[in-house]
């Protein structure tokens, strides 16, 4: 039987993310072991969250991240705050780890669509002021991971971080 058109077609890899208990000794374990920094630090939450959801309803969440570039691929760690989330399930359930995988596709309005026609629905989504949206995909059960999407306006840019560590001299 020959293979069928698929669903989505990912275009790139553009972030690997971990979740974590304690953003600043993750930050410290990869530098220290693996060199990956440097790290730049930013807490997402209202104002700057303006919507998010979990499992389809409206749900307030927050999280405190550090991200870093790794060639063309964005290294993130997560450490939940306030608020039911999937990174605050995922820890109680397995504890700090792989949690997801962000990726570009031909555009997100037409991955959610398509994935929806699967049966694979939207875990957990939120939107910025500046009018970025992300959403994490219910792929666990289908891949043995979740693949994160994001819709950004061409212009975007993420803002400066609170922090970078290591400090930068």
């Keep these: 039987m020959p293979p069928k058109e698929p669903a989505v077609r990912v ?12 953003l600043q000794v993750a930050m410290e374990r990869y530098w220290n072991l693996l060199g990956i920094g440097p790290w730049r630090v930013y807490t ?8 998010s959801t ?7 969440y927050s999280m ?5 570039d790794i060639g063309a691929v964005n290294w993130e760690l997560v450490q939940p705050l306030e608020g039911p989330s999937i990174y605050k399930e995922f820890l109680e359930k397995h504890g ?3 949690h997801h995988v962000a990726v570009a596709t031909d555009g997100y309005d037409q991955t959610v669509a398509a994935l929806a026609k699967e049966g694979i ?8 002021r500046t009018g970025s949206t992300y959403a994490y995909m219910d792929t666990e059960a289908a891949l043995g991971a979740i693949v994160e999407i994001y819709k950004r306006s061409k212009d975007w840019v993420r803002p400066e971080p609170e922090a970078v560590w290591p400090p930068q001299t």
């Excluded at 275009?11 to 304690?22: H, I, P, S, Y």
């Excluded at 629905?121 to 910025?128: A, E, F, K, P, W």
């Design 11 to 22: 275009k790139q890899v553009l972030q690997v993310c971990v979740v974590v208990k304690d």
């Design 44 to 51: 997402y939450k209202p104002p700057l969250m303006v919507k």
């Design 54 to 60: 979990l499992r389809g309803k409206e749900q307030r």
């Design 64 to 68: 405190r991240l550090a991200v870093a």
């Design 96 to 98: 700090e780890g792989l």
């Design 121 to 128: 629905g939207i875990l957990m989504s939120g939107t910025l």
